[in-house]
């Protein structure tokens, strides 16, 4: 059985109501496409303020900031690998991007928390794959962390929904 906390659904990650959104960030961490500008216009110019104090984060790594006009409290920011074939560590680095904001909710206490696809748009990695990756990931996490209450992935489009539903399906049988 899938664990209960996590829940899969269709829609816009800005809008959620947990205590962390995650963004599928650049490295540079000052805004782009996709998720990353989507979130950027609906925190407002507080957002970019303060991740330019931050100098930037690593492929796979995470940063915290406040949410600022979002209903989220807080922002998770975690640059995914570009996809390159998958021989230059993508997995691994995906995975991570999952670790490392895992281990930012541990150490503020977070309870809530909606991801996207990290990694599936821009940057190409394959969704059937990324979305095993993610539910690996997510579930360890929430083996190891009974605090955790809630993940929420949000797809924002039939067809990350469908490869999220097609991973949750393999997970539980
Ligand atoms: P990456 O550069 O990591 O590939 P993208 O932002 O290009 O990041 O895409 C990641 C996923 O986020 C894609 O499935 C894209 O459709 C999705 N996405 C774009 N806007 C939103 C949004 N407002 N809420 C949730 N997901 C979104």
Known sequence: MSDRRIQLV?????QQRVDAIVNA?????RGGGGVDGAIHRAA???L???CRTLGGCPTGDARITKGYDLPARYVIHTPGPVWQG???NED???ASCYQSTFALLHDHNLKTVAFPSIGTGIYRFPIDRASRIALREIR??????????RVVIVAF???TFDAYTRALMEESS
Request: no cysteine; hydrophobic share 30%; proline share 6%.
């Open 92 to 94: 691994a680095l995906l």
């Open 157 to 159: 489009d039939e067809r």
């Open 44 to 46: 407002g110019p507080g």
């Open 10 to 14: 269709k829609g816009d990650i800005t």
């Open 86 to 88: 998958g021989g230059v």
């Open 48 to 50: 970019l303020e303060e």
């Open 25 to 29: 960030a650049n490295t540079s961490l």
């Open 140 to 149: 360890r996490a929430l083996n190891e962390n009974p605090s955790i209450e």
